[in-house]
């Protein structure tokens, strides 16, 4: 298990240190002057330059690249050009909303998916498990911003449930800034879930054909203990893997809910900072969201030994 663990760990160092280069490259060595980029092609001579000595563009990209991942374990990720506060307050402020919209989402899609696809596998073939599967391929055709419009339509035009949009901030109580996330949360939750509804159905399916459960049922138990006991733990390690793919996704996917329901989050800001050329807080949240997802993808590794302690016995 210290063999495995070690690796793991090794694994998402090397990946961390090859997603900042890789981030570094685009953002900041390719061609083109990035101080010119961000004042516009009007701006005065001068001024770019001061701006190039402002933010280091004129020491060398090494040089440049090892103070930006040493700042970034400091908790310092410069400057923001555009707001001239300290990019990493932005990005906290926009974490606190983010984070709290994609576990409400995750947890939505979790229950939703894993509830569904268990049921329609009990009942292979039948009314239910026809009609989930067919609820499941719209889910997986419907556009999450189109999803997130109806939601608006019905639940905060038409019946007044819900906010159409924004955030009063966590400041006025518990209830009202997760009232204002229910819809946005929703509309990403439908789709992943339909799509684990699926994965967790055909999962559970391969499992139920095996001699163990078949046993299990001989000696007298019901169809729903045998799932709930022994199928569901055998089929997790496709339903975590869709799991942690589905959480990346979700990730890339609030940008748009985000911006369609007016929430001050991580996608709303890096919107706002690509169109106001501030290329310091675009570099920094795209990082973010790369470690995020590199993070997620460890925890993955971490549950498969857990789920199936055999995995942390084999070779790399």
Not at 60 to 79: C, I, K, Q
Not at 192 to 208: E, N
Request: net charge positive; hydrophobic share 60%; proline share 5%.
């Amino acid at each position: 298990m210290g063999g495995f663990l070690l690796r793991r760990c090794a694994g998402f160092a090397a990946t961390l240190i090859a997603a900042s280069a890789i981030v570094f490259l685009v953002m900041e060595v390719l061609p083109g002057n990035a101080a010119q980029v961000m004042l516009g092609p009007e701006a005065p001579a001068e001024t770019v330059r001061a701006l190039t000595q402002k933010l280091g563009l004129d020491r060398p990209p090494l040089a440049r690249y090892l103070g930006w991942v040493e700042g970034m374990a400091r908790g310092d990720l410069g400057e923001s050009y555009a707001y001239a506060t300290p990019a990493g307050d932005l990005v906290a402020q926009s974490l606190s909303l983010t984070l709290p919209l994609a576990a409400l989402a995750m947890a939505l899609n979790t229950a939703l998916g894993l509830a569904l696809g268990l049921y329609a596998a009990q009942h292979h073939n039948r009314p239910g498990d026809v009609a989930i599967m067919g609820m499941s391929q719209i889910g997986i055709a419907l556009p999450t911003f189109w999803l997130a419009i109806l939601l608006i339509l019905l639940f905060a035009v038409e019946l007044g449930w819900f906010p159409a949009g924004g955030f009063p901030g966590w400041g006025g109580g518990l209830w009202p800034g997760l009232r204002a996330l229910i819809l946005p949360a929703v509309a990403l939750a439908a789709v992943q879930g339909a799509i684990l509804a699926r994965v967790t159905r055909a999962a559970a399916l391969d499992v139920m054909r095996e001699d163990f459960v078949r046993t299990a049922l001989a000696k007298g138990l019901s169809r729903g203990a045998v799932l709930r006991r022994h199928v569901l733990r055998n089929a997790m390690i496709p339903i975590v893997t869709v799991l942690g793919l589905q959480f990346s996704n979700l990730l890339v996917l609030t940008i748009v809910v985000e911006n369609v329901f007016s929430l001050p989050g991580l996608g709303h800001l890096i919107l706002n900072a690509i169109a106001n050329r501030d290329l310091v807080v675009v570099r920094d949240v795209v990082m973010l969201l790369a470690a995020m997802v590199v993070a997620v993808n460890f925890l993955v590794d971490l549950l498969y030994a857990a789920i199936d302690p055999r995995l942390s016995l084999r070779g790399p």
